[in-house]
Nanobody
Framework: QVHVVESGGGLVQPGGSLRLSCAASGSIFKIYAMGWYRQAPGKQRELVAA???????NYADSVKGRFAISRDVAKTTMYLQMNSLKPEDTAVYYC????????????????WGQGTQVTVSS
């Protein structure tokens, strides 16, 4: 079994900062890309930022220069440092891990966390 768990959401004032964490654990053979997605009420889920197994980041235009994605050395934990937060960043943030499990090491699948709420409001 594979588990993906996010943490670090909360309520912050505009201009403030939050740091999200995502940990993947369990029967993992290899983790490829990991990413953060978000979904605001009434909107579709969108990619916020992603990072490859080689550490190459990719950002949505709306967060470039404000958010920074990173992975730890073991590559099982991912972070999203969010600075200069705006009310439009309010959403549920989901962690995604594209990985191969020990059960099927030759197959890549997407695993999702349960989501963490980020609210930017004064």
């Amino acid at each position: 079994q594979v588990h993906v768990v996010e943490s670090g959401g909360g309520l912050v004032q505009p201009g403030g900062s939050l740091r999200l964490s995502c940990a993947a654990s369990g029967s993992i053979f290899k983790i490829y890309a990991m990413g953060w997605y978000r979904q605001a009420p009434g909107k579709q889920r969108e990619l916020v930022a992603a990072v490859t197994s080689g550490g190459i980041p990719n950002y949505a235009d709306s967060v470039k220069g404000r958010f920074a994605i990173s992975r730890d050395v073991a590559k099982t934990t991912m972070y999203l440092q969010m600075n200069s937060l705006k009310p439009e960043d309010t959403a549920v943030y989901y962690c995604n891990a594209n990985l191969a499990s020990l059960v099927s090491p030759g197959r890549r699948d997407d695993y999702w966390g349960q989501g963490t709420q980020v609210t930017v409001s004064s």
